[in-house]
C-alpha cells in the first residue's frame, strides 16, 4: 500500500513497487521521475549535483523542487552537517539575497546537507496566492532535498532577514508592522522582531515552523474578510497608533481606571435601588 500526500507541489512519474508501505507528506514541495525499487535510483542534490545508489529490499521517495530560473533574482547556497538532536545554523555571508541566516534544532538526522536561498521575482510557483499586506520581498529557503526543512525534521526555526531602509523611508512603511509570512496551504503572519540596523538595513528575525516559500512584507490591517493575526509587538504598535489618531488610548491602565471610577459608583446605585424596591 503506497500513501502520498502532497501539499502545495507536484507529483510527476512515481512508481513504487516491492508491495512496499510508503508515506510521505510534503509541504511546498514536487516529486518528479521517482522510481522506488531494487534498482539504481538517481538523486539531484541542492547544489545540482547527482549521484546514484543501489537500494535492495527498501523504497526510497526523494524530495524535489525546483523554482524556474525565470523567476530568481539572486540566489546564495551553504552546507552544513545536519543530526539528530544538534543546533544547527546556516549562515548566507556572501549577501546574494535578503536572507542572512536560519536556525533550528534538528530533530532528524540528514548529515551533509546543501541550504539554497531564493529571492524571487514574483511568487513562487509553489504558492496559490499573494500574501495580505505591503510586500516587500518573495523568498524561499530549501534545505536539502529530502524534508529537512519539513516541521517534522526540526523545531525552534528562526530567520534573519535584512530589509532596505530606502524601501521603508520611501513606502513610509512602519517598520514595527514589518513580518516575514509563511506559506503552508496559506499564508502566515510569523512572529517578527527587529535586532539592528546599519546605515542601510534594518535586521529581523522571525519565528517559523518549517522552511520553504516566505513573503517580507508590511503587514498592514486590513479591511476585508480576512482576520490578520499580529505578533505581540505589532499589537502593541498597533494600540499606539490608535492612541495617537484619538488621544485616548494612551495608557491603558489608566483607561481601565477611568471606566472603574464610573462604572463602581453607577453599579451601587442600581443594587441599591434594587434592595430598597424589595424592601417595599
Known amino acids: 500500500m503506497n500513501d502520498v500526500n502532497l501539499s502545495n507541489g507536484s507529483l510527476n512519474n512515481v512508481n513504487l513497487s516491492n508491495d512496499s508501505s510508503n508515506n510521505a507528506n510534503l509541504n511546498n ?21 547527482k549521484s546514484s545508489s543501489s537500494s535492495s529490499n527498501t523504497s526510497r521517495i526523494e524530495f524535489y523542487y525546483k523554482e ?32 542572512t541566516y536560519i536556525e533550528f534544532d534538528a530533530e532528524r538526522t540528514f548529515l551533509k546537507t546543501t541550504t539554497t536561498v531564493e529571492e524571487l521575482k514574483n511568487k513562487s510557483i509553489f504558492v496559490s496566492k499573494n500574501p495580505f499586506g505591503r510586500l516587500y520581498k518573495y523568498v524561499n529557503v530549501w534545505i536539502g532535498d529530502k524534508g529537512a526543512g519539513l516541521p517534522t525534521s526540526l523545531k525552534n526555526g528562526l ?45 529581523f528575525e522571525s519565528k517559523t515552523p518549517g522552511f520553504s516559500s516566505f513573503a ?3 503587514n498592514t490591517v486590513q479591511n476585508g474578510n480576512k482576520d490578520e493575526i ?31 471610577a464610573i462604572s463602581l459608583p453607577l453599579f451601587i446605585i442600581v ?4 434592595v430598597v424596591r424589595k424592601k417595599l
Open 29 to 49: 514541495y514536487s516529486l518528479n521521475n521517482v522510481n522506488s525499487s531494487t534498482a539504481n535510483s538517481s538523486t539531484e542534490g541542492s547544489g545540482g549535483s
Open 216 to 218: 517580507i512584507t508590511e
Open 68 to 99: 524556474p530560473a525565470s523567476n530568481v533574482i539572486a540566489k546564495e547556497l551553504t552546507t552544513r552537517n545536519i543530526v539528530n538532536g544538534n543546533h544547527v545554523r546556516y549562515d548566507f555571508t556572501e549577501n546574494n539575497t535578503c536572507i
Open 159 to 203: 530567520v534573519g532577514f535584512k530589509v532596505e531602509k530606502a524601501w521603508i523611508k520611501d513606502n513610509n512603511v512602519n517598520e514595527s508592522l514589518i513580518t516575514l509570512q509563511w506559506y503552508n496551504n496559506d499564508w502566515e503572519p510569523l512572529y517578527t522582531e527587529k535586532v539592528g540596523e546599519d546605515n542601510n538595513y534594518a535586521y
Open 271 to 274: 443594587a441599591g435601588y434594587f
Open 230 to 260: 499580529l505578533s505581540e509587538n505589532q499589537i502593541q504598535a498597533t494600540l499606539k497608533n490608535i492612541g495617537a489618531q484619538n488621544g485616548l488610548i494612551k495608557n491603558p491602565m489608566r483607561v481601565a481606571r477611568i471606566i472603574m
